[in-house]
């Protein structure tokens, strides 16, 4: 299940959609692809994501591809064993009108205390820094 927030702002409207999504394990398990389709307003949609850990930073990462652009994310980040979210920081770029670019911070949070699945967030800053939620999924299993 996937949430959007169509107003882009704190509070906003979330537009639910739902479709099949899978997690695969990558090269002798070192990796996780995950991979979902979606419909949104009669506009398919769907993303491709590979999280893992470095070692060498110890430090999770994410490079994720979507249906909606033709663009990628890299985040990076940590895993909090107490609250068991793994929460990713990465800079994301607009192109403006004029044809500069507008670097916009943002998180991804995966939720792994859930039994039954996981839940992730993506978060944009508002214009007063204040983070909001911008997507948010759940992933259960079959």
């Known amino acids: 299940t996937m949430k959007m927030n169509m107003e882009m702002k ?14 695969k394990a990558l090269l002798g398990n070192r990796f996780v692809m995950f991979e979902t389709e979606t419909e949104m307003m009669g506009m398919k949609g769907g993303a491709i994501q590979i999280m893992g850990y ?10 994720g591809i979507d249906f909606m652009g033709t663009y990628y994310i890299i985040s990076e ?21 004029d044809g500069t670019t507008m670097k916009m911070p943002f998180k991804m949070q995966f939720f792994m205390d859930k039994p039954e699945g996981y839940v992730f967030k993506v978060l944009f800053p508002d214009q ?12 259960t299993p079959r």
Not at 10 to 23: D, L, N, R
Not at 77 to 97: A, H, N, S, V
């Open 77 to 97: 980040g940590t895993y909090d064993k107490e609250t068991k979210i793994i929460t990713l920081d990465g800079t994301d770029e607009w192109p403006m009108k």
């Open 54 to 63: 470095d070692r060498r930073f110890n430090k999770y990462f994410l490079f």
């Open 128 to 139: 007063d820094g204040t983070m909001y939620t911008m997507v948010e999924g759940t992933a």
């Open 10 to 23: 704190p509070g906003g409207s979330m537009v639910e959609s739902k479709g099949p999504g899978s997690a």
